[in-house]
């Protein structure tokens, strides 16, 4: 193995040239191209097959995104995040926007550049986040202002702003800003923070000017029907060119997450991506793509991991569990992955119990590719017109809860 | 890219058989073979190169041996070890022997199989590690007892039992107990525990069984040359397989190290393999090279790389620092790791300061690179006879603190 180096077998972005290293660019610059655009290329009940195709490369749908918060899938490296197979990552406005700052970002490339993924982005907007994490937030019909959870210091984002930040990231898609509200809400702060969400995306479509990014509208109005499909309607009248359905997995019943992606879908064109934003469970996700939806985002496959959760084919596995510190079986025996074609459930338990950071590591490969694989196979189903069986006998199979 | 999965290219240690998945074990139960064995290839000033056949493979030297304290080197998988070009890994008997214990490592298999390394492994015999990091102990003729750092649980360990966790291991080469002592000591004290560690090493030789395991004796004696001749002198009477120097790299200056070293060496054989416990910066390893030693460990490129301190062509850097914040050049120019092949400086130090835990693993596979690259060009030095040029030039170049 002598003189063997790492990087062999994967395409960095600095090559060695004449005078020394210079990144070579072409992959990346490639990403002055076209407006990404959605086909759907068929269906199996109400699931759809399709294929989002970008300047960085094509997405084949219903996809799952792995979330690159910080520009990192915590605990991986890019070359296995792409090993694992991801088409598309997701990034956050409001993390990018405090540190390293869009403008920084910028003056090295872009995010993909930054980096160094030459696949897909989505870029989040920053108002879950702006909801969720920030203090002494703000909210008026401009924007929001409010304070970094990592040094208190001031910030405001308005839909204008929240364009800018996301074009100078250089995402593929771009999402608007929107007001998002915990579940419950009363009817009329959620009339209220959909109507001000409507007025945002418009304001946010007329200042994009990225030829190369798609904007995806989102669809408020929480848990009520008709505020729901007004508001769908009216952000379908503006007119975007992907859609994500917002508001949903804060906390209501599972039941009313699906019957309200029921009422979003049903009001948005056939022909435009649609996009349930933070869900969900496996079980969540083929429910949801039984109700149209093409692209998921969640944390649980990646933050599950570095606690110890695993999920299985035989449903979810806490790996500390002292059961499995002489078990030298595979973690999960249907799965191809490198954790489980490598290592015992013994091993991951020594690693997860003794805190060595490697046990994040494997454990993330493992619940990625759980996610990953589960979406090739229900592209497979629906390919194959045999969506609803699928789902039917992953119910049965797949365990429901989030941890 | 779909379908793709993360295990293709590397040959895991789960293959799917008949019946399921099963362990291939050839490659491992080829470990039941013959006793490791050292031979000096040439010679260049006082360095040594040579090489280390095992049956888990052939190691060349001079070597570096990346730490992998419990079973695993921090933040990386054995695929990324394997691919960095690591020939042999250091493993502690006193952190398995605590946690997951040796039986259970034994009952899965062994150290190879437990941990799905299928190179070589060195086992340190304990007792560096009970002098350091254990509570309460207690030095008799007989052994020691201690209290584990984990728990407070009370354990002892002498030479036999320290070779009887060795074995249950199965490393390739394990070491004999000795009573590690810190600088400055008293010269009486030295004596004794010189004595002492020579007795246990005869114990060590007299219940070793295993037949495809070296056993390496420890020379020790602190800073005084004539305590350390004397005990390498017996101790190669003694005879072992190969000779470790230990207590040096405790807190002396590196002048007294140097000369320490110097007066081991020079009492070794020169058929048998020399190994310099617990050393060092790249500057010690290139000195102790010319002095005759042929393996070596440290945790200070991972432990660095952790801190977030990386070596490179043209000095130590600090990523952390806050002009590395939109510095797109490679970490080293000169350097094709992947991590300096794919990411920026500004990348890097992104992730440094998020706290990413991808910065500690693209970090470490930088830092063990260059520990690894710089190894191969030790040796390519001495094949072309010019290790004294080699080391000249590259004391001027190379920073020689410790962090």
Not at 139 to 153: C, M
């Given at each position: 193995?002598e ?10 972005l600095?090559?060695?040239g004449?005078g020394?290293y210079?990144?070579a ?10 407006r990404?655009?959605?086909?759907r290329?068929?269906?199996s009940a109400?699931?759809r097959r399709?294929r989002l195709?970008t300047?960085?490369?094509e ?5 799952f995104m792995p979330?690159a918060?910080?520009?990192s ?9 792409d ?11 409001y ?12 003056a090295l ?5 930054f ?9 989040d907007?920053?108002g879950f ?9 703000r909210?008026e019909?401009?924007?929001v202002?409010?304070?970094s ?9 308005t839909p204008e702003?929240?364009?800018?930040i996301?074009?100078?990231l250089?995402?593929?898609?771009a999402?608007v800003l ?8 009363e009817r009329?702060?959620?009339?209220a923070a959909?109507a001000?969400?409507l ?16 904007l995806?509208?989102i ?6 029907t008709?505020l729901?499909?007004e ?14 359905v917002?508001g ?10 699906r019957e309200?992606t029921?009422?979003s879908?049903a009001?948005?064109p ?10 969900g469970?496996p ?7 039984a109700?149209g ?9 990646t ?7 695993l999920?299985t ?7 500390k ?9 595979p973690?999960?025996p249907?799965?191809?992955?490198y954790?489980?074609?490598?290592f015992?459930?013994a091993?991951?338990?020594?690693l ?6 490697t ?6 490969i493992h619940?990625l590719h ?8 229900v592209?497979?189903?629906i390919?194959?017109?045999?969506f609803?069986a699928?789902l039917a006998?992953?119910?049965e199979?797949?365990?429901d809860?989030?941890?």
């Amino acid at each position: 193995m002598e003189g063997h180096t790492a990087c062999q077998g994967f395409s960095g972005l600095f090559r060695e040239g004449a005078g020394g290293y210079a990144f070579a660019m072409n992959a990346l610059e490639a990403g002055r191209g076209e407006r990404p655009r959605f086909e759907r290329l068929s269906q199996s009940a109400g699931a759809r097959r399709g294929r989002l195709t970008t300047s960085h490369g094509e997405v084949a749908t219903p996809a799952f995104m792995p979330v690159a918060t910080a520009a990192s899938v915590k605990s991986l490296t890019q070359k296995q995040v792409d090993e694992l197979g991801a088409e598309i990552l997701l990034s956050n406005t409001y993390h990018l926007m405090l540190r390293p700052g869009a403008d920084r970002v910028a003056a090295l490339g872009g995010l993909h550049r930054f980096m160094s993924w030459t696949k897909p982005v989505l870029t989040d907007s920053g108002g879950f986040q702006v909801a969720s994490l920030s203090a002494l937030r703000r909210v008026e019909d401009e924007g929001v202002t409010f304070r970094s959870h990592l040094d208190g210091s001031l910030h405001s984002l308005t839909p204008e702003r929240a364009v800018e930040i996301q074009e100078k990231l250089g995402s593929d898609v771009a999402m608007v800003l929107d007001e998002c509200l915990l579940y419950p809400s009363e009817r009329g702060e959620v009339r209220a923070a959909a109507a001000r969400s409507l007025d945002w995306a418009a304001r946010s479509k007329k200042v994009r000017s990225r030829p190369d990014q798609a904007l995806f509208g989102i669809v408020q109005g929480g848990s009520f029907t008709d505020l729901r499909r007004e508001n769908a309607r009216a952000l379908v009248d503006l007119g975007f060119d992907g859609y994500g359905v917002g508001g949903l997995a804060v906390g209501e019943p599972k039941e009313m997450m699906r019957e309200m992606t029921a009422v979003s879908t049903a009001e948005l064109p056939e022909d435009r991506a649609r996009y349930l934003m933070g869900v969900g469970t496996p079980v969540d996700i083929l429910e949801s793509v039984a109700l149209g939806i093409d692209m998921f985002d969640c944390v649980l496959p990646t933050r599950n991991a570095r606690n110890g959760t695993l999920f299985t084919g035989l449903g979810k596995i806490a790996i500390k569990n002292a059961r499995y510190a002489s078990d030298e079986s595979p973690l999960d025996p249907g799965c191809r992955c490198y954790t489980c074609s490598t290592f015992s459930r013994a091993y991951l338990r020594h690693l997860f119990v003794a805190r060595e950071m490697t046990a994040a590591t494997l454990n993330t490969i493992h619940n990625l590719h759980f996610y990953l694989d589960l979406m090739r196979r229900v592209r497979l189903s629906i390919e194959e017109d045999r969506f609803s069986a699928f789902l039917a006998a992953s119910r049965e199979r797949l365990d429901d809860s989030a941890a």
